[in-house]
Structures are given as C-alpha cells and as structure tokens.
C-alpha cells in the first residue's frame, strides 16, 4: 500500500508543530525557517469507532488498528521552484507524496515571525499553489520539447503525448493546478505518470489559536480558506496544533476530558486523519475472531482476491472466496452466528468489490 501524505505550507506555520502531534515523532520544531530540512515521516494510526465495537461484540486477545503515513516537509517560500530557499529539495520530497495537506496560519501572534511580514492565509495558499504550478510547468515544458519533433512527424503516440502536454501547459500558464484539467481515462493514466506536483489531491489545514478552536466561525482567516478550497474542490480541517501537540501526550481519557473542557466534540488531529485517508482513496475492511480483531487498509475498487493479498500473498494467490458481512448488519445482529442465521453473511467471489467496512473471512488454498 505505502501511500503517504505531505504536510506543506510557509515556514512558521504550525506544520512541524502539527506533525509532532500527529505522529508523536518529536520532528523538530523552531521559529525560524527551514529547520526541518529532510522530510520526517511517520506513521499514524487511523480513529475507527467501529474498531472499538466489533472490540466490544468479538472480545478478542487484541485489536490491531490500520495505519498510513505522514511526510513532514519543510517549508516552501516564493522562489522554490527556481530554487530559493532550499526550494529544489522540498519539491522533489512533495513529488514523492500521493496527496498534499497545505497548512495554513490563521492566527495572529506577534511572537511569531511571518515570512511574509503578515498573516495573509489566501496569500499564503496562492505562494505555495503558485510554486508547484510554475514546478510542473518546466516539467510539461521539457516533455513537450522531447515529443514536439516526432508529433509534427504523424508518430502516433508521440501525437497522443502532444495534444495532453499542450492542454496542461495551457491549464498550468492560466496559474490553475493539472487536477483541474479534465481528460478521459487513457489520457488521465498518462497524466498520473508525469508524476505532477499540482496533479495530487489536495486538503487544507487552518491552524488557528487556542482561544478561538471552540468556535471558528468568527475568524474571518478560516472563512476565506474555506472559501477558496470550495472554488478548488477541497475539504478544510481546523485544528490548533499548539493544543493538538499537547492532547498528543494524553491517555484517552484525559484526553477526552481536555476536550470536553474545550468544548470540542472531537480532536482536530482525528478529523484531519480520517480526511486524509480518504484523500487518499483509502478505506478500511475489518477481520474479527476471538485471537484478534484487525483493521486492514485497501485502496477504494479493490476486488476481494486483492484485498487478500494484504493480508498476504498466499491469500491471494489460493484465494477461493470470501465469507463478508457488512459493519452494520453484524452490529444489528449481535454476533457473528446471528448475522449468519440471518442471511447476512454472504460468500463473495473474485469479482466482489470490497467495501469500506465489510468483515472479511477468507478462504484460500496453497
């Protein structure tokens, strides 16, 4: 699987701040620019309250969550892709990444330095949009020279090639990202092996202070990054990463305690994890027997035989079918031998598309 996704944004931010919390990996973090040079990754565990349920119904000797990874990346300023500040390095670590968390300061605070001398968030958005676009432009740029000789030759493929480059030089000289370009499933296959920084999905992060996390509504920095990931087709997570980082050494239940004292229903850091899951077209199947209790991340339009495999690759290679009850219907029956009384326990086959949710018993052969 090893999809991971990169926390950007200006320095002073909050990133590293927000990916301490996040991963507890203890990345470090300063106020001053570029102290993160090498990215930090980490893995994170994914909050599941069905986990915590099918726990409760099975009773087994233990639960194992699912997990992905974060990638810590310093920050970009204006000029990174023509190398400014330690720009070349950070673009190639973003390039590595298969979806983007754009961190963005919206809080004010004297004692923190703003690269750009004030907090700006929409400026701040458009600096980094800005530098993956001109980015992926010189790689359009130099593709387009190597095909453009053999397309005015009639080279069939090379015509193909021709005709995506141009529409993305075109979409990327307009300063709007490639994912906003649309193509049909041939032509998008060869866009996904240019490998393009603007081509990733992308989620914005509002770091805000402590004294406004319980309500949001009134920042006005929060509304304008909301306003323009609507026009850019993104979710927004509102975290303060300064009380992230501290909830992060809790156990659970001073940690729900701390939140309740917060007036918050729930961490910044859960709802940012389980969205960026899904930004990255991950979902969850579930394995559930009195030994253990098991979340297994698979990529959304895996077929069962797939799905196996992650388990291991002899379930996939002997896989025969796959006894599967959905979430919902072993939770309304009680027990695994209620559902199946019941008819909801079904015996899928290679063709079966796992669902997000389903409890999985596979049967193989090797």
Known sequence: MAL????VGLPNVGKSTLFNAITKAGAESANYPFCTIDPNVGIVEVPDHRLDKLTELVDP???VPTA?????????????????GLGNKFLSHIRQVD????????????????????????????????????????????????????????????????????????????????????????QAKYVKQLHLLTSKP???VANVSEDEIADTEDNEYVQK???????????????????ESEIAELDDEEKAMFLQELGIEESGLDQLIRATYSLLGLATYFTAGVQEVRAWTFREGMKAPQCAGVIHTDFERG?????????????????????????????EGKEYLVKDGDIIHFRFNV
């Open 202 to 204: 992308v989620l914005y």
């Open 225 to 243: 990054v909301r306003e323009f990931a609507s026009e850019d087709n993104a979710e927004v997570i509102v975290v303060c990463a300064k009380i």
């Open 99 to 186: 979806a983007i968390c754009q961190v963005v300061r919206c809080f004010a605070d004297d004692n923190i330095t703003h690269v750009a001398g004030k907090v700006d968030p929409i400026a701040d958005i458009e600096v980094i949009n800005l530098e993956l676009i001109l980015a992926d432009l010189e790689t359009v740029d130099k593709r387009l020279v190597k095909v453009q000789k053999m397309a005015k030759q009639k080279d069939k493929e090379a015509v193909f090639e021709f005709e995506i480059l141009s529409k993305l030089k075109e979409v990327l000289e307009n300063e709007q990202p490639a994912r906003t370009a649309e193509f049909n499933e041939e």
């Open 4 to 7: 991971t996704a990169g926390i």
């Open 68 to 84: 992905f990874e974060f990638t810590d990346i310093a920050g970009i300023v204006k000029g990174a892709s023509k190398g400014e």
């Open 319 to 347: 896989f025969i079918r796959a006894e599967t009850v959905s979430y919902d219907d072993l939770v309304a029956a009680g027990t695994m031998s209620a559902a199946k009384e019941a008819g909801k326990v079904r015996l």
């Open 61 to 63: 000797k233990k639960t």
